[in-house]
């Protein structure tokens, strides 16, 4: 094999390997420096019938359906410590709350991405659709919470 | 015994009276030399092959069907067995005849080609088998991660068996199961990276498979893989252009750095096709400028000049492309 074929092997062979290694930095830097400063209120377990039991309103958290079950649970998220912390009902309402869903350092509370791989074998995977990040627009930090279908984002905790 | 001169009279005579070719010379020759002498696949033996190859396919999906067919029924050890049962014996049945190539005159190495065959099956059955154990196994063969996990087992195999057995089949389905390992890899890798613009990732992923194709295409012309040379170039070129195509997008979201590139590239690669003597390249970039050219017509002309003008004027173009097109092919690669 002359000299230029050589070349062209390894270039074949050193750009897939590039291209990994850049995803991978380009993932995992701007995880490094990326630091949330702002805390969450989420709920798991809502009984959601027509419309939804909990909502923000004028910064606090109210109840909307006086007759119906009140099973939900309420959870703060510590975004510097990456854990949940379940709080009662009472306690939610003490709390001043930010709305929007983006949180004023910029980050949001999004679902995972498609996890699948190239073929269908046997089945899809729909796992990661119930992770749950912290997305801002250089990074995605994924959030320490149980997958759930029914969790709910209420509001960035104001301090 | 006869001297050498006169040994190549004769042979003048029988060249003269068209009784003997070169290759049956270069033959004799390799074979006095102990030199193996260097196969001429004859149209026969070309037909010959792909037949071996429809039939492994053919035994595949009858394995396939099978499966299928009867998958509720199937208890886990059947499902192994007739899945990775058959590749492992498939596998040794390519050994076993592929062995026999050193007895046998090369012109009718038959026994060699049947073996790809068998490796062809042994190759196409073994995602599938290792698919039913990871599966029982309790993973999630659809998710990125695993799938990750089987095209890289599938790939060290098919390499291994490569610089082992030295066979092109092994090369392409290490290419094959390559690709569907970086695929998987920088699959899962994305999926806990969202904020990344998902389609753009996939073509540029299509356009580094498209290019790594070409350079491996250009790294086998010549040699013993020579014959997937066609293969790589082909989908390397399709990969390459119309990933590069996509890139540029349409109006109003047109990618104007990948829009000017376009031309250029194409330009390149009818230059390519000329020095590299190869007619693929300059027909598949004749067809993607012919595309480039209608996709820009109707992007920035349609409105403007009218539809009816700006399909003339295409026409045109695409008309002065298979022109200079076909003169390039005649003057410099018939």
Redesign the interface.
């Known amino acids: 094999m002359d000299k230029r074929k050589n070349i062209s092997l390894i270039l074949a062979v050193a750009i897939p390997i590039l291209m990994i290694f850049l995803i991978i930095a380009s993932i995992y830097w701007p995880r490094a420096t990326a630091h949330p400063k702002f805390n969450f209120l989420y709920l798991m377990g809502e009984n959601y019938i027509n419309n939804q039991q909990y909502v923000v309103q004028n910064e606090k958290l109210i109840f909307t359906q006086k007759n119906s079950e009140n099973n939900a649970k309420f959870y703060i998220y510590d975004t510097t410590q990456n854990k949940s912390t379940e709080i009662s009902f009472q306690d939610a309402q003490k709390l001043n709350l930010n709305a929007n869903l983006k949180s004023p350092d910029g980050f949001e509370v999004v679902s995972g991405g498609n996890d699948g791989g190239i073929f269908p074998l046997f089945f899809g995977s729909t796992d990661n659709y119930y992770s749950r990040y912290l997305k801002n627009d250089h990074t995605t930090l994924k959030l320490n919470i149980p997958h759930n279908y029914n969790f709910r984002f209420l509001g960035w905790v104001k301090s | 015994m006869t001297s050498k001169t006169e040994i190549l009279q004769d042979i003048k005579i029988l060249a003269e009276k068209k009784l003997i070719t070169k290759e049956e010379l270069i033959i004799a020759f390799d074979e006095g030399s102990n030199i193996q002498a260097k196969k001429i696949p004859s149209k026969k033996s070309h037909l010959a092959e792909i037949l071996y190859f429809i039939s492994g396919g053919i035994i595949f999906l009858g394995i396939a069907i099978l499966l299928a067919q009867n998958w509720p029924e199937l208890r886990y050890s059947t499902k192994v067995l007739a899945t990775l049962g058959s590749c492992i014996a498939a596998y040794f049945i390519g050994l076993l005849l592929g062995r026999e190539k050193k007895n046998v005159i090369p012109a009718e190495a038959g026994t060699e080609r049947i073996s790809s065959a068998f490796f062809l099956i042994f190759s196409l059955a073994t ?1 599938i088998g290792l ?1 039913i154990i990871f ?1 029982h196994e309790g993973f ?9 996990l ?1 095209s890289g087992i599938l790939f060290v195999t098919q390499i291994f068996s490569y610089f082992v057995f030295r066979r092109n089949i092994f090369m392409l389905f290490s290419i094959l199961f ?1 690709t ?1 390992l ?14 990344w613009d ?1 389609s753009k990732f996939y073509e540029y ?1 299509a356009l ?2 498209g ?2 194709y070409l ?2 295409g ?2 086998f ?1 010549n ?1 013993k893989q020579a014959p997937l040379t066609g293969f790589l170039y082909g989908f390397g070129l399709i990969g390459f252009f119309g990933a590069a195509l996509c890139l540029g997008e349409w109006k109003p979201h047109q990618n104007i750095i990948w829009e000017s590139a376009f031309p250029i590239l194409t330009f390149a690669a009818i230059f390519l096709s000329v020095y590299l003597k190869r007619k693929i390249f300059l027909v598949f970039s004749t067809l993607f400028l012919i595309i480039f050219i209608l996709k820009i017509t109707s992007e920035y002309f349609s409105n403007s000049l009218g539809w009816p003008l700006a399909l003339v004027i295409a026409g045109l173009l695409m008309i002065a492309m298979t022109y200079m097109s076909l003169r390039l092919s005649r003057k410099y690669l018939a």
């Open positions: 995602p698919s599966d999630d063969t659809g998710s990125s991660g695993v799938q990750t089987i390559g569907w970086f695929l998987s890899l920088t699959n899962f890798l994305m999926s806990y990276n969202l904020y998902t992923r580094m498979i290019l790594v350079l491996l250009h790294a012309s040699n």
